[in-house]
């Protein structure tokens, strides 16, 4: 069964600073990864997504993410913080041929000013 | 192009009550995918539907229920409701051309059982 483990249920940055989100995915067969955002009572905003090829992969609004196959990781990056970013992420997996996707926890990011 | 679409925004039944919530989805997708989202959890998959069929189902009882319709909008109904049924339900749309399927989520639908 797929699972997937944010470890930090909040992380607090200063706007301006780099940031980065952990996620952990188990799956035994090659994963579809995803990063959503959540902003307070809204839907989910698709990020970014990794389906193949080039291991670093690019989203809107600055965010970058990095699959690491050997660490089961897809760690979520920005180089610099805005007060806007301040939401709740969510890392999910996939797979060809399966319906579902599978979301962690999520992430609570707080922007200090 | 437009979005994903859910009515209505918010909702408040009682225990044991019915509830029918919809989903229009994005212009030339054909799958839905409905997902409950408990207060502090992320998304639970509840069902996929693709052609007006059930094209996958997560651990949620058989009063969790659901369509498509030829437009490829849906509905999720829900039977008998509990107090934990209380969550954000949330509808993606995606399409099946190829194995690289991305779902695009709406806005959601509040659903508090008292």
């Known amino acids: 069964a797929q699972s997937v483990t944010q470890p930090d249920i909040h992380i607090t940055v200063s706007e301006g600073a780099s940031l980065e989100l952990r996620c952990n995915y188990s799956?035994?067969?090659?994963?579809?990864l995803f990063w959503y955002v959540q902003s307070p009572g809204q839907g989910l905003q698709l990020l970014l997504k990794?389906?193949?090829?080039?291991?670093l992969v690019q989203g809107i609004k600055g965010f970058e993410a990095e699959f690491k196959r050997s660490q089961s990781s897809f760690n979520l990056r920005k180089p610099s913080v805005h007060w806007s970013d301040a939401a709740e992420y969510f890392c999910?997996?996939?797979?060809?041929?399966?319906?579902?996707?599978?979301f962690g926890k999520g992430t609570m990011l707080l922007v200090s000013p | 192009e437009t979005g994903v679409t859910q009515s209505p925004t918010h909702l408040i039944k009682t225990r044991g009550q019915q509830v029918t919530l919809r989903c229009s989805s994005q212009?030339?997708?054909?799958?839905v995918s409905w997902y409950q989202q408990a207060l502090g959890q992320g998304p639970q998959f509840i069902f996929q539907?693709?052609?007006?069929?059930?094209?996958g189902r997560g651990n949620f009882p058989p009063r969790f229920s659901g369509l498509q319709f030829p437009n490829y909008s849906s509905e999720l109904n829900v039977n008998a409701l509990e107090l934990d049924d209380s969550a954000l339900y949330l509808c993606?749309?995606?399409?099946?051309?190829?194995?690289?399927?991305?779902?695009?989520f709406g806005p959601g639908t509040r659903l508090l059982v008292l």
């Open positions: 990794y389906f193949s090829g080039d291991t």
């Open positions: 999910a997996v996939g797979a060809a041929g399966y319906s579902t996707l599978t």
């Open positions: 993606a749309s995606s399409s099946k051309q190829g194995v690289e399927e991305t779902q695009y």
């Open positions: 799956y035994g067969a090659t994963p579809y």
């Open positions: 539907y693709y052609r007006e069929e059930e094209n």
């Open positions: 212009s030339g997708h054909n799958t």
